[in-house]
């Protein structure tokens, strides 16, 4: 039973325009939320986090959003860059440590 | 700061054998994981470490041990190896600032044959 989920396998989206990556999660008991970003032959790298006490967080060009009511969580890119095409994973905290999603493969298009 | 570093980066074994992966750490992290990822798949906790000595149990352990001598390594052993090993292994450490985060190693790919 998956308690992080990544719905979309893979996204496109055109150079500049918004990428909204979407991640859904079943355990309330979950207190953090972190993005990873991860290119091919290489380890997750951190990206952005959030505390489930706040609703929005932000760093340059990338914005976290929780509804704790839905149980959803949203990362946003803009404008989004070549450099941005990887893998994101969203992962969830408790005190069993991380949960992983499956990951969505984001692409962006010249 | 190296970081996370993981060797070897590539490895085919044969069903049967075995081999340590190693990994190790310069921030002087307490906290030490193994992951494994399989293809379209998330990572799933192998074995975790909390600080030198202390090991415990992840998400799908069979197969492996590990050990912690140190704060910098916590190597992972595969025994009597399966296909069903056949995978990319991370190796993580968490500190920093922000709580939970890991900073993950490059990965080993393993296949077993």
């Known amino acids: 039973d998956q308690q992080v989920k990544q719905n979309s396998p893979s996204l496109s989206v055109q150079e500049g325009r918004i990428s909204i990556l979407n991640c859904d999660y079943t355990?309330?008991?979950?207190?953090?939320f972190l993005w990873y970003k991860k290119y091919p032959a290489e380890g997750p790298t951190f990206l952005i986090s959030?505390?489930?006490?706040?609703d929005k967080n932000e760093d340059g060009r990338f914005t976290v959003f929780l509804n704790k009511s839905a149980k959803h969580l949203s990362l946003h890119i803009v404008p989004s860059q070549p450099g941005d095409s990887a893998v994101y994973f969203c992962a969830a905290s408790d005190s069993d440590g991380l949960t992983f999603g499956k990951g969505t493969h984001l692409i962006i298009q010249p | 700061n190296a970081g996370v570093t993981q060797t070897p980066k590539f490895r085919i074994l044969k069903i049967g054998q075995s081999m340590t992966l190693q990994c190790t750490q310069d921030?002087?992290?307490?906290?030490m994981y193994w992951y494994r990822q399989d293809p379209g798949m998330g990572l799933k906790l192998i074995y975790y470490s909390v600080g030198a000595g202390i090991t415990d149990k992840g998400e799908v352990p069979n197969g492996y041990n590990v050990s912690r001598s140190t704060t910098e390594d916590f190597p992972l052993r595969l025994e009597l190896a399966a296909p069903s090993q056949t995978s990319v292994y991370f190796c993580?450490?968490?500190?920093?600032?922000?709580?939970?985060?890991?900073?993950f190693g490059p990965g080993t790919r393993l296949t077993v044959l």
């Open positions: 959030i505390s489930s006490i706040k």
């Open positions: 993580a450490s968490r500190g920093g600032s922000v709580p939970d985060t890991q900073y």
């Open positions: 921030m002087n992290h307490n906290y």
């Open positions: 355990n309330s008991m979950f207190d953090y």
